[in-house]
């Protein structure tokens, strides 16, 4: 019996997070044991270069000794509370000062409650209804957002849930990412129903689809002249592509921002914060209800704080973007020799590729046009030479700054014989 017969035969399909089952490339997902830096350890003991740091949150590469040895210390004073620990208000202070629009935040436990506490508050604040959100952003799995959704629910074609009451997905409208045109009409006609847009500024549960000049200022612009709350689902993006976020690269300051993955470095950790005006609506000082016993863990804090604290250094993300723009532009001109349409896009520590040639991919009806047959052929392929990459087509990929020129030689070297025999 495989490692993966004997999961399912207690946990349901047999995995406790569906983009991991290697549903969107087909055979049995590879059980990992161990990681270090930017390599990890299968259970039956290959050694991977890893492109996936936990779907993010390792932008130190696996085990880091800072991370590590914080956790190992704090765990002897105890694991949790419930009740206020001042590592709570350290790390609050760094996400403030790394993300300026941010004046108060609230820790949660992961990025689904921190994007739909943030709805709940929006619609909590402005005492409307309709939120909008873009086809293929990914933003949890809570009701009113896991309509035409990315990541796992796009890549088991299952993007819009069946459990979602229609009286309830009424009230999300859904509109194509980058379609400024969309954004004006919609907010010509339900101006004064909406109550807030969420929006990954950079689409990273579509594979990596960046905003086309003026999107992101649109939807800022029609927020503001409706009273509507912007909120930058920052999950995946926030600390990846810069110290301060996508908000940071594209100068845009939302009004509320969501958090997850790095926050935690590693450990379950989120947040949501925003205006202090909007975030002193939510319970205690405000009626917008919003709780969790282990909301704030002393442990995940620790390890979110010394992950924050490590990359501050002046060079960090341009050292990162450089890693990730050898890797792409690498892996785009072996494509080329090859005759292979290969499409690539990165930022900090984020990248995308897409097997394409209808274009630039600027929104979901793009990428799901995209070579899906020959990714999953080019996935495999470099799974069989030890590169883990995620397994679908729609996920974004990941690089940490444990990943150096060794590792990036070696992925280039497997694309180029995996690309050669995808070309024979
Ligand atoms: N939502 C995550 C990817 N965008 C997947 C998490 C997981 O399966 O572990």
Not at 100 to 108: D, G, K, Q
Not at 305 to 319: A, N
Not at 337 to 343: A, I
Request: glycine residues 10%; charged residues 20%.
């Amino acid at each position: 019996m495989t490692l993966f017969e004997e999961a399912k035969e207690v946990i349901a399909g047999g995995v406790n997070s569906p983009a991991r089952s290697f549903g969107g490339v087909g055979g049995d997902p590879v059980f990992f044991k161990s990681g270090k830096g930017a390599w990890i350890k299968t259970e039956d003991n290959r050694e991977m270069i890893d492109y996936v740091g936990s779907w993010g949150p390792l932008i130190l590469g696996h085990a880091f000794p800072p991370v590590i040895n914080a956790i190992k210390e704090a765990v002897n004073d105890g694991l949790s509370f419930g009740a206020p620990t001042t590592i709570e208000t350290r790390l609050a202070r760094k996400v403030c000062q790394f993300m300026p629009s941010i004046e108060r935040v609230r820790m949660v436990s992961t990025g689904t409650e921190a994007t739909m506490s943030a709805i709940r508050l929006a619609r909590g604040y402005t005492k409307k209804d309709i939120i909008i959100k873009f086809e293929g952003c990914y933003h949890g799995h809570s009701d009113s957002l896991l309509i035409k959704a990315g990541s796992g629910a796009l890549t088991h074609g299952v993007p819009s849930s069946p459990g979602i009451p229609s009286s309830l997905a009424k009230h999300t409208i859904t509109l194509p990412f980058n379609d400024i045109e969309s954004v004006i009409n919609t907010f010509r006609i339900m101006k004064d129903k909406i109550a807030c847009v969420i929006i990954e500024p950079i689409a990273g549960n579509m594979n990596m689809i960046k905003p086309i000049p003026g999107f992101l200022e649109t939807v800022k612009e029609e927020c503001l002249l409706s009273n509507a709350v912007l909120i930058f689902d920052e999950v995946m993006t926030g600390f990846r592509v810069a110290k301060g976020g996508a908000q940071s690269i594209y100068d845009i300051k939302p009004d509320i921002t969501t958090l997850g993955k790095i926050i935690g470095g590693g450990l379950p950790a989120a947040a949501f914060g925003g205006r202090q005006e909007i975030m002193s609506h939510l319970a205690p000082e405000g009626p917008v209800y919003q709780a969790g016993t282990l909301s704030g863990n002393p442990i995940a804090m620790v390890a979110g704080l010394v992950t924050l604290e490590s990359i501050e250094g002046k060079d960090f993300y341009k050292s990162l973007d450089l890693k990730c723009s050898t890797l792409m532009t690498g892996m785009s001109e072996i494509a080329k020799k090859f005759h292979l349409p290969l499409e690539v896009t990165h930022l900090g520590g984020m990248f995308g590729f897409t097997f394409n040639q209808n274009g630039p991919i600027k929104n979901y009806n793009d990428i799901i046009k995209s070579d899906i047959g020959l990714f999953k052929r080019f996935f495999h392929g470099m799974l069989t030479e030890n590169i883990y990459l995620a397994p679908s087509a729609f996920e974004a990929g990941f690089i940490s700054s444990a990943h150096t020129d060794k590792e990036i030689n070696i992925t280039l070297e497997a694309t180029e014989k995996v690309l050669s025999s995808l070309k024979s």
